[in-house]
């Protein structure tokens, strides 16, 4: 609650007392670790408050091998850091641990589309929309990339 009212400061307080309290608590893990990303407004790769929070979904990652929700975050993350490639990494890890997250699918699309992989972001796309019918709305950018694609074949001929 006191992340979504903005008060990010005293969230990260709070969560680290119940991490230290209870070091296996992956929930309030990944949770300090939005709200350490946060604080650095832009996040930078090299900010101590986005180590902490890449390390944090690491080990809730490790401690709940089932649980996708550390690496989707992670994933999210790094997408905002600008580490492309790592975070369809991660996107992928969360993939593997539960096979219906469309959100994970609809990261994955639109950072092949960054990367200008156009195929594989309609094809991710796709897929996205078969998974949740309401992610339509946010593929506003598939028709250029089904347009680059063709391009891209036509040119390869």
Known sequence: MLLTNGKTKE???????IVSRNPAHTNAMVSLAVALIETDGVAKRDSP????????????ASIAPKDPVPLFNKG???RGL???EEAL???????????????????????NYELGHWNKAVELARLAVIRDPGLKES??????AVSKASEQESKSR
């Open 11 to 17: 969230a990260i307080a709070l969560l680290r007392g």
């Open 49 to 60: 408050a986005t180590k902490e929070a890449l390390d944090l979904l690491d080990r809730a």
């Open 76 to 78: 999210v993350c790094l």
């Open 82 to 84: 600008g580490m492309l």
């Open 89 to 111: 990494v991660a996107f992928d890890a969360a993939l593997k641990r539960e096979k219906r997250l469309p959100l994970a699918v609809l990261h994955m699309a639109e950072i």
């Open 139 to 144: 593929l506003g950018w598939v028709p250029d």
